[in-house]
């Protein structure tokens, strides 16, 4: 074992948190609310780091703050959503974003609807899930969830009957993503 290697001879780590958060700050990614509803009432929280897993079986994880207030709700449930935001849906982002979360019910004045689990699916999403946990893993500070997909959505609600144009469910729909990058949110013109 050299200085600065572990003994299995893999070097040791020197990159900080900062280190990391300066890099992350690069990797433009899509915004959503994870929410779910638990002891009477909906949780919910901004993320952006949700992805999907696998396909067969369907899986996503999202990895959720060890102190954050969506942590404990989530785990008591067992259940939760999340509503893919579109490009306008910035301010709704940092709302849900604010530490303690806003005043009052977490989503009043959000248009938005119980799905088959409880959790709150977001009327204006470009697209939902819902998921039941089947695993929560240590991730340093924080808590990576893994979730099995129950249900899905695809388009505005309004938009849920109208027969889609060519193509997969949604791609007729001309809103683009809320993406974050840089420490702010962008949009996608093409
Ligand atoms: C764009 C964006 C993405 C975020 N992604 C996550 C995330 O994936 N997981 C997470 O735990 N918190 C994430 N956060 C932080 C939470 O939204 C929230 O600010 C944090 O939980 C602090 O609030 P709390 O102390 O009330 O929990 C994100 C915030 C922003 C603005």
Redesign the pocket.
Known sequence: MTAGTTPEGVPAATATGDDLRAVMRNWA?G?AIATTFHDGRDHA??????TSVSLDPPLVL????R?????APVRGSGTWAVSLLPADAADL??R??????PEGPVLAGIPHRAGVTGAALLDDALATLECRTVAIHPGGD?DIVVGEVLSTSVGPVEDRDVPAAAGPAGDDDPRGPLV?FRGG?RTCSD
């Open positions: 990614a915004v929280v901004t993320v952006n780091s949700f999202v990895c959720i703050g102190v954050s207030r969506f942590g982002a940092l849900l974003a604010k530490p303690g979360g924080h974050s949110f």
